[in-house]
């Protein structure tokens, strides 16, 4: 089992950049496919990138493809989403996910097992 905790959201201008941190409890991080979504009120949770186990392998959604990189640290436990160019239309609620998968060079894109508290991102035009 992994305990999930993100943070670094906030308020930021239109054009900015922020980036987010997910910190994992446990000593078995490296067996974890990482995710990252966002969740407006009212709306589904919204899928936006993936990372291998190893980090050699990532998947965005399209929405963010090009702004957004995801990356990890497995000696500090910890994932990031470093979030450029950000538009008021990605304010939302952030969330980390974790999945074990087998592979270490599989990052996943499906139904996650462990999630994170989330944390707000607010984008002012």
């Known amino acids: 089992q992994v305990q999930l905790v993100e943070s670094g959201g906030g308020l930021v201008q239109a054009g900015g950049s922020l980036r987010l941190s997910c910190a994992a409890s446990?000593?078995?991080?490296?067996?974890?496919?990482m995710g990252w979504f966002r969740q407006v009120p009212g709306k589904e949770r919204e899928f936006l990138a993936t990372?291998?186990?190893?980090?050699?392998?990532?998947n965005y959604a399209d929405s963010v493809k090009g702004r957004f990189t995801i990356s990890r640290d497995n000696a500090k436990n910890t994932v990031y989403l470093q979030m450029n160019s950000l538009k008021p239309e990605d304010t939302a609620v952030y969330y980390c996910?974790?999945?074990?998968?087998?592979?270490?060079?599989?990052?996943?894109?499906?139904?996650?097992?462990?999630w994170g508290q989330g944390t707000q991102v607010t984008v002012s035009s």
């Open positions: 990372i291998s186990r190893s980090g050699r392998n990532t």
């Open positions: 996910a974790a999945k074990g998968v087998h592979y270490s060079d599989d990052y996943f894109i499906g139904k996650y097992d462990y």
């Open positions: 446990g000593r078995t991080f490296s067996s974890y496919a």
